[in-house]
């Protein structure tokens, strides 16, 4: 019954390292997405996906990269970690594209010194 | 984005209070959501409204999708403690994804 699972659970990064936050969901989901959360911004779409091999942008996509190889998993890379990516990052999927029924992830709390 | 003007931004009340929190914006939906985030988790769909003028019940929750489609309703009633966190309305862009409020914060206490 693990719904999408997300690790790291915390991450301290230095200015310019790279990393890779994962994502993994056991419910056959077409789409899965990412997002971040900052106080008082609520959560803002970084990248989402509506099935294996097709990414596209969302609202936040700059500093961050992302692949869908099979429909489980949905990595989200930093390339070269900025002081203001420091956040919360959620992954959350979806049985397709469309619904508003959206499975969150219980976060990753990331900070980059 | 499309922006999402969610008050009050908190709320400190006794337990077994009612709550009432909204959600406007400039924009036309036609599906509002409310989700619920408690601390350390992500986000869960409470409600889901379809419909202009749609009233929805689920337990102590109500919601209503707004006649102008730009605004919506949340009420809790009869607070518990249980009830702590962070409320987030959403919306639709498009079909790719949801836009959310920045959220209200309820406090309860004892």
């Known amino acids: 019954n693990a719904g999408v699972t997300q690790t790291p659970k915390f991450q301290v990064l230095k200015t310019g390292q790279s990393m890779t936050l994962q994502c993994a969901q056991d419910?056959?989901?077409?789409?899965m997405s990412w997002y971040r959360q900052d106080p008082g911004m609520g959560l803002r779409l970084i990248h989402y996906?509506?099935?294996?091999?097709?990414?596209d942008q969302g609202e936040v996509p700059n500093g961050y990269n992302v692949s869908r190889s099979t429909t489980e998993d949905f990595p989200l890379r930093l390339l070269s970690a900025a002081p203001s990516q420091t956040s919360v990052y959620f992954c959350?999927?979806?049985?397709?594209?469309?619904?508003?029924?959206?499975?969150f992830g219980s976060g990753t709390q990331l900070s980059v010194l | 984005g499309q922006q999402l003007n969610q008050s009050p931004q908190s709320m400190f009340i006794q337990e077994g209070e009612d709550v009432s929190m909204n959600c406007t914006s400039s924009s036309i939906f036609n599906t509002w959501l409310w989700y619920k985030q408690d601390p350390g988790e992500g986000p869960v769909l409470l409600i889901a409204?379809?419909?202009?003028?749609e009233l929805t019940s689920n337990g102590r929750l109500t919601a209503q999708f707004g006649i102008t489609r730009k605004d919506s309703f949340l009420n809790i009633s009869a607070s518990i403690p249980s009830d702590v966190g962070i409320y987030f309305c959403?919306?639709?862009?498009?079909?790719?994804?949801?836009?959310f409020g920045k959220g209200t914060h309820l406090i309860i206490q004892p």
């Open positions: 959403a919306a639709p862009i498009g079909s790719d994804g949801l836009t």
């Open positions: 419910m056959n989901h077409e789409y």
């Open positions: 409204l379809y419909k202009a003028g």
């Open positions: 959350a999927s979806s049985p397709y594209r469309g619904t508003s029924k959206l499975f």
């Open positions: 996906s509506v099935g294996a091999g097709i990414t």
